[in-house]
């Protein structure tokens, strides 16, 4: 089994910065992409920030400047730096990771999420 566990999040205020960390956790062999979504209340679930193996990233337009994905691979670990938040930021935050694992003798790969953090930018 697999599990992705976010934390980090909280409430702040407009012009402030988090730092959301998420860490994989299981029988893995190796992880490819990994990636931050959010989902704001009554709207979909997108993408915010990616990052490859390699350490090439990627950024929702709204989030460029402001936001800063990096991972560490020794530790399955992901993070986003998030300056200058918004209210517009205000969302649940979701991780992703492309992982393969170790599952009764096999070797599986499939995309895991975790299960949230709430991110809440007051006015």
């Known amino acids: 089994q697999v599990q992705l566990v976010e934390s980090g999040g909280g409430l702040v205020q407009s012009g402030g910065s988090l730092r959301l960390s998420c860490a994989a956790s299981?029988?893995?062999?190796?992880?490819?992409?990994m990636s931050w979504y959010r989902q704001a209340p009554g709207k979909q679930r997108d993408e915010v920030a990616a990052?490859?193996?390699?350490?090439?990233?990627n950024y929702a337009d709204s989030v460029k400047g402001r936001f800063t994905i990096s991972r560490d691979n020794a530790k399955n670990m992901v993070y986003l730096q998030m300056d200058t938040l918004k209210p517009e930021d205000t969302a649940v935050y979701y991780c992703?990771?492309?992982?393969?694992?170790?599952?009764?003798?096999?070797?599986?790969?499939?995309?895991?999420w975790g299960q949230g953090t709430e991110v809440t930018v007051s006015s």
């Open positions: 992703n990771a492309e992982v393969t694992y170790r599952w009764f003798g096999r070797d599986l790969t499939s995309a895991k």
């Open positions: 299981g029988s893995i062999l190796s992880i490819n992409d």
């Open positions: 990052i490859t193996s390699g350490g090439s990233t």
